[in-house]
Structure formats: structure tokens, C-alpha cells
């Protein structure tokens, strides 16, 4: 039986909000750890005390847990404010596996149209074929959680997070991510 080949295509997403560039770069960029849905979009799910994104090229993005345990997630590679932010995005996979996000923003007569575009799926390989499809659905919930909006997918991606919990499935899921970097 041969297998369909893996679909590596770039996954695009867009919102557009009320908001003028300055202030939508700055929500995104800036305050990310406020908007990011830590439950549902995280390798701890509750166990989460914050999410960064250190706003500068060379910027780490992480989630912190209240005992300190830090999972990297990426690496801000562009930070043009208030056009462009840019990050690899890796997390519980393996770094040289991540993907790039590059997010734009652009001015509109109503506001900005926000522009995510993830890319890098070929250095998956096979894996790409289990998490892409889920990524192109969580980035949209992503960018709606980020305009403050509700979103189906949102609650699709509670109910996935609630049940890793329920079922104990939670410490397999982090000691099974490889971006784990030891408490400071």
C-alpha cells in the first residue's frame, strides 16, 4: 500500500482586528504571554505559570512552570516592529524539526490584517503527516484567542487539553518533549 506523500506546504492563516499596526504588533509581540492560551497550547497545561517571548532577535520563547521547569518552544529570528515578527516554533519537538513562523501585519482601512505563515514542515519528514494538520487547525484558534474572539476550534483544543488531564496523560506528554531545559 503506498502512503499519499506528506503535505509540507506552507500553512497560512489571517485575522484582522480593529486594532492600528503599533498596537496589534505590540499585543502580539509584546504582551504574548497575556493573550497565548496557556491550558490548550502548552506542554504543561496547568502546571504553566507563564509564556514568554523575549521581544528581540535572538529572543527566546518558552513556557515556565510554577516549579520553574522551563520547555523551549523557539527563537525570535526577525523583530521589525510594527511589520514583522518572526520565530522558529519547536515545541515538545525537536529543535532542528521546527517550524518558522513569520507573522506580518498590515495595515487596513479598519485596522491591521494580521498574517501568520508557518513553514519548515519538510524537516519533519514523516512526522509532519501526525502534527501539521493539527497545527493548521490551532493557529487559527490561535489567532482568534489572539483578536478575542470565540472560536470553535478553541473549545476542540480545551476538550483535547482536559482530556490529556483526566486520563494522566499529561507527565507522558512532558517527559516525552524534548525541549525541557532544567529549572534556574
Known amino acids: 500500500m503506498t502512503r499519499n506523500p506528506v503535505d509540507t506546504s506552507p500553512i497560512v492563516r489571517a485575522v484582522s482586528v480593529s486594532w492600528p499596526p503599533d498596537e496589534a504588533f505590540r499585543r502580539f509581540a ?17 502546571r504553566v505559570k507563564r509564556v514568554v517571548l523575549e521581544p528581540r532577535v535572538g529572543g527566546a520563547l518558552f513556557e515556565e512552570h510554577y516549579d ?12 521589525d516592529p ?4 518572526a520565530f522558529t516554533f519547536h515545541a515538545s519537538y525537536a529543535e532542528q524539526d521546527a517550524q518558522r513562523v513569520d507573522v506580518s501585519f498590515t ?4 485596522g491591521t490584517r494580521l498574517e501568520l505563515v508557518s513553514s519548515g514542515w519538510e524537516r519533519m519528514g514523516d512526522a509532519a ?11 487559527g484558534a490561535i489567532l482568534d484567542r489572539y483578536a478575542e474572539r470565540f472560536s470553535a476550534g478553541e473549545l476542540l483544543f480545551f476538550a483535547i ?12 506528554f512532558m517527559r516525552n518533549s524534548l525541549g525541557r531545559v532544567p529549572p534556574r
Open 161 to 172: 487539553a482536559w482530556g490529556i488531564d483526566v486520563t494522566g496523560q499529561r507527565g507522558k
Open 82 to 85: 510594527p511589520r514583522r515578527i
Open 107 to 110: 495595515p487596513e482601512a479598519t
Open 30 to 46: 509584546i504582551d504574548f504571554g497575556a493573550w497565548w492560551p496557556r491550558y490548550t497550547h502548552s506542554i504543561g497545561g496547568r
Open 68 to 79: 520553574g521547569t522551563r520547555y523551549a518552544w523557539g527563537t525570535v529570528t526577525a523583530f
Open 129 to 139: 503527516r501526525r502534527s501539521r494538520g493539527g497545527y493548521a487547525i490551532g493557529w
